[in-house]
């Protein structure tokens, strides 16, 4: 009986720590949380660029990966371009801008 316990103990460990470790991330690889950062900050971005008059939001796409914002798409201008940026520089949670964005 006691062999069973001991048994099923490892095996009730064994579950919960490989569980734990496909929630986490690497370099390559966002953990659960980081996911959702990183969602709320496109999130934000979007809103933020929606928000500004002179920007065409639906011409620039947002992509996040561990705060790191990558602007694309093709605007009307450089300085919408420059504007884009300026405004994802302010949002909460950035650390880096990467501007990708082609002037049509």
């Known amino acids: ?5 001991a ?6 460990a064994l579950i919960v720590s ?3 470790a496909g929630c986490a991330g690497s370099s390559t690889k966002e953990s659960t949380g980081g996911y959702i950062d990183d969602t709320v900050i496109t999130t934000k971005v979007k809103s933020a660029l ?6 065409k939001s639906n011409e620039i796409s947002v992509v996040t990966f561990k705060g790191r914002v990558q602007l694309s798409g093709f605007v009307s201008s450089q300085k919408i371009a420059n504007r884009a940026v300026e405004i994802t520089r302010n949002v909460t949670g950035v650390r880096v801008v990467e501007n990708d964005m082609q002037v049509k």
């Not at 009986?1 to 316990?5: T, V």
């Open 1 to 5: 009986m006691k062999w069973f316990k």
């Open 7 to 12: 048994v099923s103990a490892f095996c009730a």
């Open 18 to 20: 490989v569980s734990l």
């Open 50 to 55: 929606f928000s500004d008059k002179d920007v």
